[in-house]
C-alpha cells in the first residue's frame, strides 16, 4: 500500500544505494583518494566549501547566468513562436533558418561569443540564451498551431481583439507543452552555463571544477558536480510548481 512518504523513501534508498556503491568502488578499485575520492572524504569538503562561502559565490554566479539568459531567451522565443504558429507565411519563411541554427551545439559559439562579448558573464548569457532560445521557439510555435481552429472561429465571431486570442485562447492552450519545454530547456541552460564557464569566466561552478581539476583537488570537482545536481533538482522542481500555478491562473482568467 502506497503512502505520502513513499517517494521520499524511495529517494532517499535511491541515494542509500548510490553511496553504498561509491564507498565500495573506493575501498575495492586500489584507486588512490587523490583520484577517486570516497563519500566522507567529498562530504568534509563540501563543508569546508559551504562554511567559507566558496560554493555559494560560484553558485549564485552560475544561477545569475543561467537567470539572465534563460529569461531573454523566454522573453523573445515564446513571443515568437506565438507569432509563427498563428502567420503560416511568417513560419515558411523563417522555419528553415531557425531549424538550420538550431542543432548547432550552443558550446560551438563559444569562440564567437568570447570575440564578440570579450571575457565574463556576457559570452555566458550568449551561450544560455541560443541553447534556451531555439527549443522555446519551436516548441511554442508547434503547441500554437496545434490548437483546434474552432476556437479562433468561435473569437472572431465574437469580434475577440488579437490580444484576448492570445490571453483568452492561445496562452491558455499552450501552457502545458510551454511548461515542458521550460523544463527541458532549463536542464539545458543549466548544462551549458557549466561548460561555458570552463572557457570564458573565472567564477561559476564550472569554473570551480576546472581550478579544482588543475589544482588536483578532485573531492572539490565532486562537491561541484554534487552541487550542479542539487541545483539543478531545485530548478526542475521551480519549472513544475510554477506550471501548475501558470494552468490555475489562466484558468481563472479565461
Not at 551561450?127 to 527549443?135: C, Y
Not at 521550460?182 to 581550478?211: F, K, P
Not at 545536481?229 to 501548475?244: E, K, Q, S, V, Y
Amino acid at each position: 500500500m502506497k503512502t505520502r512518504n513513499s517517494p521520499f523513501i524511495l529517494s532517499v534508498l535511491a541515494f542509500s544505494i548510490i553511496l553504498l556503491l561509491w564507498e565500495l568502488t573506493v575501498r575495492f578499485s586500489g584507486w588512490s583518494e587523490h583520484v577517486f575520492p570516497g563519500p566522507s572524504i567529498v562530504i568534509v569538503s563540501l563543508w569546508e566549501l559551504i562554511v567559507d562561502g566558496t560554493l555559494f559565490k560560484h553558485a549564485v554566479a552560475s544561477l545569475f547566468r543561467v537567470t539572465a539568459g534563460f529569461y531573454l531567451a523566454m522573453l523573445f522565443g515564446i513571443p515568437l513562436g506565438i507569432f509563427l504558429g498563428r502567420l503560416e507565411t511568417a513560419r515558411l519563411f523563417l522555419n528553415p533558418i531557425i531549424h538550420f541554427l538550431r542543432p548547432i551545439s550552443p558550446l560551438a559559439w563559444i569562440p564567437l561569443s568570447m570575440l564578440w562579448f570579450g571575457i565574463g558573464d556576457k559570452p555566458a548569457v550568449f551561450l544560455i540564451f541560443l541553447s534556451s532560445f531555439f527549443p522555446l521557439v519551436v516548441s511554442t510555435t508547434i503547441a500554437v498551431s496545434s490548437i483546434n481552429p474552432i476556437y479562433f472561429q468561435v473569437a472572431s465571431n465574437f469580434n475577440f481583439s488579437r490580444s484576448e486570442v492570445v490571453t483568452k485562447i492561445v496562452i491558455p492552450a499552450i501552457i502545458p507543452e510551454v511548461v515542458t519545454a521550460l523544463r527541458l530547456t532549463i536542464t539545458i541552460a543549466w548544462l551549458v552555463v557549466v561548460a561555458a564557464e570552463m572557457i570564458a569566466v573565472q567564477s561559476g561552478l564550472g569554473y570551480l571544477i576546472l581550478d579544482s581539476r588543475n589544482a588536483l583537488r578532485m573531492d572539490y570537482v565532486m562537491d561541484g558536480m554534487i552541487a550542479i545536481g542539487i541545483i539543478g533538482l531545485f530548478l526542475d522542481n521551480i519549472m513544475r510548481r510554477l506550471g501548475r500555478t501558470d494552468s490555475a491562473f489562466w484558468g481563472s482568467v479565461v
